[in-house]
């Protein structure tokens, strides 16, 4: 992701590389304060050169003295620009607009310490910057009843350091910001009514190390949020507390190329109208917590989330926290290098996201703690969940290379080991560190593109038990042409109970077939031969009907047979395993009245009626 960071305050310009500084305009007039116990901005017996700052002049706070004082506002002013260099300074608008053409200043040179407090009025700037040059300091609050508008850039540390208080619900809006650019930023919005609008994006740690905090109540609201951007840089956002908010309209990168840190705590919550990214390059790191009743994190973009990209990703989900997304969420990236994981610890911590792919080319894992937390994958209610298990319902799907440590339920969804979005097939190996259950309108698909487990066909590894139903899918891949003999071993687990109700993609032409075993330990794929039935005969009894056949189909594999009344069209299919080259079984049940009876499904070639015959039932 390109990191573009533009401006100027006070003429400074910050790339993701370097700084460099350029002067302010000359042409504008430097008049001085000049009143130590304080006063009205508007006498001009305060100033220095006896005259009130005008639309072009700069109006220079720089008494060099430790003790605060007091400016009022008596009617609106418009100047140039207002630089606070040495001076503590509380400034009160009573009521009026202050309108800087190019910026606000505080902490502006080598040496420089200053702090100002703004209150109950409004202030509208071109820049806000704090702590402008290297060695400079200063401190910023934007207090009750003060209205802050800024055109471009608002800067916390561009090149020293700096720190933004928006507290007792004023209220701050700017086009852009950066905390941290070359030094050590905090900005810090807090209590109730307290906000902090971007119309466009958010550095936090551009060069330096910065941090934003959103505590007891405020809201942040802006257009995306870079978190860590460069080798050298510390980013960290804090949402804390009920009623915190922190919401974007775009993309949220957390670990760019920098270190990265987001923790959502207490109840307080952060929205995004674009995807998650943790760990986004080579270099980046990346952390996330979610934690606490209450607190969440939502992103309702189509895209996919991606916890590590090219570099280290982490995210947590502890004590009752819930993390949410309209996109699916990648854990290890598409890149042989960094990785991803995902925790979730304690009972009440929820996890809900239509898809999961974990470990693609690098590692990915799923760890479930203590205490029972949930994964909700498609559409089913985690709170529907029982503690430490991860459900898969509808358009649901879990792909991937990695680990997941949880008990796993495909209600109805689709489980692909390995499934990246390569078009051609990417098999792999995923493993569940727990028990496995795909119930009847689950799926497994399993692709096949070589004879190299995990590499070149896929497979589902299960510490635990394994209970089977729904559809197995075999997929063949990537051109591959499988031989009689070929085995394929797609399962292993501790326990097996059930058999998969449903077998696709069995039928591999040219009188080939995919056979599947199942054994104490392991589901096995053999290519075989079509098998031969003979000697069908199908004899009517009264309210049944017995059949029986020889065949070449292996022991314990099934085979289809269907009696269709003639008159009704009411169909009854009774599926049955082969025993020693024979089989022999009964449909129970029916009515008196004629039926076809085909062999119509056999686990080798597909469907179709194999064998007929003609009864009739008294």
């Known amino acids: 992701m390109m990191i573009n960071v533009r401006s100027v305050c006070g003429g400074i ?47 220079i706070f720089d008494l060099m003295q430790d003790p605060s004082y007091n400016v009022t506002f008596d009617a609106g002013v418009t100047n140039s620009g207002c630089q606070f260099r040495i001076d503590k300074v509380n400034m009160d608008l009573n009521g009026v607009i202050y309108t800087l053409y ?40 934007v207090g009750a009843g003060l ?141 996330v917590t979610v934690s606490g009743a209450g607190s969440r994190y939502q992103s309702d973009s189509g895209y996919a989330s991606l916890i590590g990209n090219e570099g280290e990703g982490r995210l947590t989900i502890e004590d009752g926290g819930h993390v949410q997304t309209n996109g699916m969420i990648v854990i290890g990236g598409p890149f042989p290098h960094g990785g991803g994981t995902v925790r979730l610890i304690d009972n009440g911590s929820t996890l809900k ?65 390995g499934g990246s979005d390569a078009p051609e097939g990417a098999p792999g190996v995923l493993t569940v560190t727990g028990n496995f259950e795909q119930q009847a309108g689950g799926r497994l698909l399993i692709e096949i593109g070589g004879t190299q487990r ?65 054994r104490d330990t392991d589901v096995t794929i053999v290519v075989s031969e079509c098998i031969d039935i003979a000697n069908f005969k199908p004899k009517g009894k009264k309210g049944k009907i017995k059949f029986s056949m020889d065949t070449t189909l292996p022991d314990r594999q099934k085979v289809t047979v269907t009696a269709t009344n003639t008159n009704t069209g009411e169909e009854f299919p009774k599926k049955k395993k082969a025993k020693k080259g024979r089989v022999r079984s009964k449909i129970k049940n029916l009515a008196a009245g004629k039926y076809d009876v085909c062999v119509t499904e056999t686990p080798n070639c597909g469907q179709g009626c194999f064998e007929k015959g003609n009864v009739k039932v008294k």
């Open 147 to 287: 209205t802050m508008n800024v055109s471009d850039v608002l800067a916390a540390a561009y090149y020293g350091n700096g720190t933004l208080s928006v507290t007792d619900g004023a209220s701050v809006t700017a086009g852009w910001s950066v905390v941290g650019g070359g030094s050590t930023g905090v900005i810090e919005v807090t209590g109730p009514g307290s906000t902090y609008t971007l119309r466009r994006e958010l550095i936090v740690g551009a060069i330096g190390n910065g941090t934003l905090n959103v505590t007891d109540g405020a809201e942040v609201t802006l257009g995306w949020i870079g978190v860590g951007i460069n080798e050298s840089s510390d980013g960290e956002i804090l949402v804390d507390g009920v009623g915190s908010l922190l919401d974007a309209k775009g993309h949220i990168v957390v670990g760019d190329s920098g270190q990265g840190s987001l923790s959502v705590t207490n109840g307080a919550r952060v929205h995004s109208f674009g995807e998650l990214v943790v760990g986004e390059k080579i270099y980046g790191r990346g952390t």
């Open 353 to 417: 996201t239509p898809g999961l792919l974990v470990g693609n080319k690098s590692p990915g894992r799923l760890i479930g703690g203590e205490g029972g937390p949930r994964v909700a994958v498609g559409d089913v209610d985690p709170q529907n969940i029982p503690g430490g298990d991860l459900h898969i319902g509808p358009n649901g799907e879990l792909r991937g290379n990695g680990t997941v440590s949880f008990d796993v339920a495909n209600l109805s969804g689709v489980v692909d080991p």
């Open 454 to 518: 995990g590499i070149e066909y896929s497979a589902l590894d299960v510490s635990d038990d394994v209970t089977l139903d729904g559809e197995l899918e075999i997929r063949i891949v990537n051109g591959f042409e499988p031989q009689l003999g070929d085995t394929f071993e797609i399962m292993t687990f501790a326990s097996h109970t059930g058999e998969f109700a449903t077998i696709r993609g069995q039928d591999l032409g040219n009188g080939l077939f995919c056979a599947v075993f199942y």
């Open 102 to 141: 190019n910026g606000l200043d505080v902490g502006v040179f080598d040496g420089n310490s200053a702090e100002l407090v703004l209150t109950d009025g409004t202030v509208r700037a071109d820049t806000v910057c704090v702590g402008q040059m290297p060695g400079s300091a200063g401190v910023l609050v």
């Open 13 to 59: 310009v910050l790339s993701a590389v370097g700084l460099g500084l350029t002067a302010r305009s000359a042409l504008a007039e430097e008049i001085w304060w000049n009143q130590p116990a304080g006063g009205s901005f508007n006498l001009p017996a305060n100033w220095l050169q006896l005259r009130v700052p005008g639309p072009n002049d700069v109006a």
